[in-house]
């Protein structure tokens, strides 16, 4: 039996009048403006939020606290593990972190889900038709931050992914999608380019894909499919793909679909959930008392769906609709010959609490409450593996600019039965028979493998102890060569779990 993590919204935690505790940061810029408003309409709804503030954002920054959280905020946090956050300010300098980032690793917020619907003809946008869900991977890949230098002209970024990370963003885009009743889930990823990384995701997408046979399932490569998403957002349902491609594509869903002002939100974790506007703090109109406050009702209506006040919801969600249709504007999405009136931040909350309890008429009625089922992520289990050390990658900072000089002196290294199989340089073979025209930096990947591993088609690799690795380096550091880092090469199951080079 696997055991099974629910998340709270979907396990029914609250009923519509619980009252539910919810730490609430007001932001910086226009975000104290657009909390207020948000606020007073979940309390018109009689929504049952009791906001406990938090400290966070440009204030804790300037008071010297490079994180930007104030220690009381974190407790409310674990209190509460419900987090609404209006926007922030990150003040330009460095040394401050990202708060986002911060709020999302340490809380394990895995899955950050963008719903983008167009609203036209009330709010401009060309695609009058879009209606799409970005899941998007929220906690690993290029985003774990894990950076060097390793020679003078070279530096790397990690881009990590697990298979526990993507077992539970692909499981929850599935889940996400049956139980709101959407068709469709669409994987995007470079899979093409990178065999191993993107490779792990598409499989366990392909996997899973399988359990939700009544769910259509398909795979795009992400420079094409956000091409395609660009052209023709209406073709797409639910995305899933993982951190930086969903931050990229997630802003372009937004741009198109009209107004940067009007979407919402959710970052959800195993156990914390937080839900914000996809906006700034748009400092350019803070004060005014102008700002649309729609993302971050939005934001707060997923929350409360979340929650599993799916009723409450859905009233203030169609009471904004109607709003919206109506022609009851913010200055941002003020359009002359739709809109009725252009009203500042309060009058457009005043303008939804006056419509709960009504329904829009042309834009489609919001029906969270007839939502199927519970969100269900099963915990990770770590199928057994065998793992056999066969080689390893040996990085090697080398000012010269001859592969051959280097890899005759390296295959002349007499390193305990390893043998020197190739170099590369920036994933390119140099080395043996490299071209003349490839570039070469000053940061060479050399490959030693066992000496009696054969090569016939495709390499056999012998197991190696791990020993013979640290007998090779010893030996290359005392022959002068300075070994910048090492990468062992392994066999899972049998099968090869390392890149080969381009053109080996
Ligand atoms: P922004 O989203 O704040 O503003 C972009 C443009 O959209 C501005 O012209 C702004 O006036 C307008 N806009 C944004 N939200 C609006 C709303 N609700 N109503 C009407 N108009 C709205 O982006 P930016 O200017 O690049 O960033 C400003 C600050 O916000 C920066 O310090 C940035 O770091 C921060 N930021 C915070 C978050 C967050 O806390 N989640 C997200 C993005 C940016």
Known sequence: MMEKIQIKRESKKFNENDIVRVAVAHGDGIGPEIMNATLKI?????????????????????????????????????????????????????????????????????????PVTAYSPYIETNFPNMDVVIVRENEEDLYAGIEHQQTQDVVQCLKLITRPGCEKIVRYA????????????????????????????????????????????????????????????????????????????????????????????ANIGTNVAMFEAIHGSAPDIAGQKIANPSGLLNAAIMMLNHLGKTNIADTIKNAWLKTIEDGYHTADIYQEEISKAKLNTIEFANKIIENLGHKPTKLPVSNFAAGKGKIEIPKYVRKQQEQVLVGVDVFINWQGNNPQEIGDALSNIDSFKMKLKMITNRGVKVYPNGLPETYCTDHWRCRFVDAESKTEGQTVYNAIEFEKVIALLSKLHNAGFEVIKTENLYEFDGKRAFSLGQGE
């Open 42 to 114: 979940l309390d018109a709804a009689g929504a049952n939020i009791k906001a406990d503030p938090i400290e966070i954002g440009e204030k804790v920054y300037l008071s010297g606290n490079s994180a930007g959280i104030e220690k009381s905020a974190w407790q409310t946090i674990n209190k509460n593990k419900i987090i609404l956050k209006a926007p922030i300010t990150t003040p330009q300098g460095k040394g401050y972190k990202s708060l986002n980032v911060t709020l999302r690793k340490s809380l394990g917020l895995y899955a950050n889900v963008r």
């Open 174 to 265: 599935f889940e996400y999608a049956k139980a709101y009743g959407r068709k469709k889930v669409t994987c995007m990823v470079k899979d093409n380019i990178m065999k191993l990384t993107d490779g792990l995701f598409h499989n366990v997408f392909k996997e899973i894909a399988l359990e939700y046979p009544e769910i259509e399932s398909n795979s795009e490569i992400i420079d094409i499919g956000s091409a395609r998403l660009a052209a023709h957002p209406e073709r797409y349902d639910v995305i899933v793909t993982s951190n930086l491609y969903g931050d990229i594509i997630s802003d372009i869903a937004a741009e198109i679909a009209g107004s940067v002002g009007m979407a919402g939100s």
